[in-house]
């Protein structure tokens, strides 16, 4: 089974900042996915980002990057010039890649990131 | 934007009774997802549906729940004998392909067992 880890229940961070939100995961699978998603306060999650194990670079989105370390089972998110737009719940996730079916996600805790104005 | 609805955002019931949540995807979605998220816990993964059958589904969807698409718009969750546990948050996703992780969320329906 896979456990996903988010040790920050909740960061706050000035506009504009720069603010790293941490993940790490742990699974004995060589080939998945991991994902970011935000929960703005309306409740909808949305796919900020997503990194394919296989894949040594990482991915980036506009403001949105990771910094996905295979060998540490760490994958943190970076999101540049923060905007008050950001505030929202950030979920860290997992999926395992297989040849049929559709799998399920499997969610970090999350962490509660508010943009101060 | 087309985007995932739920049906009702909020429902209180007592145990021991049913309970449909109803859903409905993006149109032109293939894969079907119900999650839920107790209060202060992770989201939880409950079932993904395809082809008008589950595909996976987690030791928390024993036979208390069921799925269905019962008219090729609705997917619903049913479960049949509430408990005080199952109060949480349900969230039904759809996708278009598979694998790619991209799900496309409803906002949830808040479901308290009293």
């Known amino acids: 089974a896979q456990t996903v880890t988010q040790s920050q229940p909740e960061m706050s961070v000035q506009e504009a900042e720069t603010v790293t939100l941490s993940c790490t995961y742990d699974t004995s699978e060589s080939n998945y996915y991991l994902f970011w998603y935000k929960q703005p306060p309306s409740r909808q999650m949305i796919l900020v980002i997503r990194?394919?194990?296989?894949?040594?670079q990482n991915a980036t989105e506009n403001r949105f990057s990771v910094n996905f370390q295979k060998a540490a089972k760490s994958f943190s998110l970076k999101i540049s010039d923060s905007q008050l737009g950001d505030t929202a719940m950030y979920f860290c996730a997992f999926m395992k890649y297989s040849g049929g079916g559709a799998d399920g996600l499997t969610f970090g805790k999350g962490t509660h990131l508010i943009i101060q104005p | 934007e087309p985007e995932v609805t739920q049906t009702p955002s909020h429902q209180v019931t007592q145990m021991g009774q049913e309970v449909i949540l109803r859903c409905v995807p993006i149109s032109n979605h293939l894969y079907f997802y119900w999650y839920r998220q107790i209060l202060g816990q992770k989201v939880e993964f409950l079932v993904s549906?395809?082809?008008?059958?589950?595909?996976?589904k987690s030791e928390i969807f024993d036979d208390q729940f069921s799925v269905e698409r019962p008219d090729g718009s609705n997917f619903t969750l049913k479960i049949r004998s509430t408990k005080l546990e199952d109060s949480a948050m349900y969230f039904c996703?759809?996708?278009?392909?598979?694998?790619?992780?991209?799900?496309?969320f409803g906002e949830g329906s808040r479901l308290t067992v009293l």
């Open positions: 549906f395809y082809n008008n059958e589950i595909s996976e």
């Open positions: 996703a759809s996708s278009r392909n598979r694998n790619t992780g991209e799900l496309f």
């Open positions: 990194q394919e194990a296989y894949k040594q």
